[in-house]
């Protein structure tokens, strides 16, 4: 098995509230996150696939495919746009960097038709990331 | 699919690699030039992966806003300007290699209450890094 692994980055801005709890609260909870005026991130996304090369092109998949699906499926959708307002994918959701990922997650995990979707990992800054990685055991299209 | 969070933490410190099991012409000749007496030093990364649900409420697996004084106060007070080998009392009778960091430090973050430790993974260098997830892994 080879994992084949794609970076793509998109600018975005967020805050982090939550409607269910008081004023005081977001603020001991979020802290400075917790600014309504928002602020922003330069996010690093790296989408790793798993599978056998075609023994016919020596690729799990086309890489320009991949490119294209994450410049369609997240950057358009992302990058310069305010992730509480304007991703309907996350509306409800607190754009954290764990939110963020699995949103993403399940954007690719139905179009990838070659190989299987094995990571989404996403720097929110170098020092921060989410992970979502593929069960161990799973059923479907694993294998 | 399973979701977890890593934040990287620096320290810097100094080190010698030195086993009491070993001869001074053993340890020579084992550890090379990381066994000279006056000890040497790295810029250390530690990464800490924590696993679990995604709290409902915050959106988060675990908040920063926690975990980053608990480590300051569990690893990076005790080993940040410190000589391993004489100032953190666990590295006085085992060897500080960088692979016994890692347990180190994975033994001092397991009893953290907010998240479970998945993973430490320690870059000694640029070139080296070292990960440990725990005895049963």
Redo the contacts between chains.
Sequence with gaps: MIRVTRKVEFSAAHF?N?P??SAEENRR???KCNNPHGHGHNYVLEVTIAGEPDPATGMVLDLKELKDLLQEEVVERMDHKNLNYEVPELAG???????I??VI?GLL?PKIMKGRLDRVRLYES??????????ASGTGRRG | MKISLTRRYRFAASHRLHSAKLSEEENRRMYGKCNSPYGHGHNYVVEVTMGGLVDASTGMITNLGELDPFVEREVIEAFDYKYLNEDVEEFRTVVPTTENVCREIYRRLEKYPGARLERVRIEETGKNSFEYEGAGA
């Design positions: 982090y939550n269910n709890l909870v979020f802290g959701k607190i754009p954290t960097c764990e939110n990922a699995a997650w995990e170098p020092d921060l990331f989410a992970d979502c990685t593929a069960e």
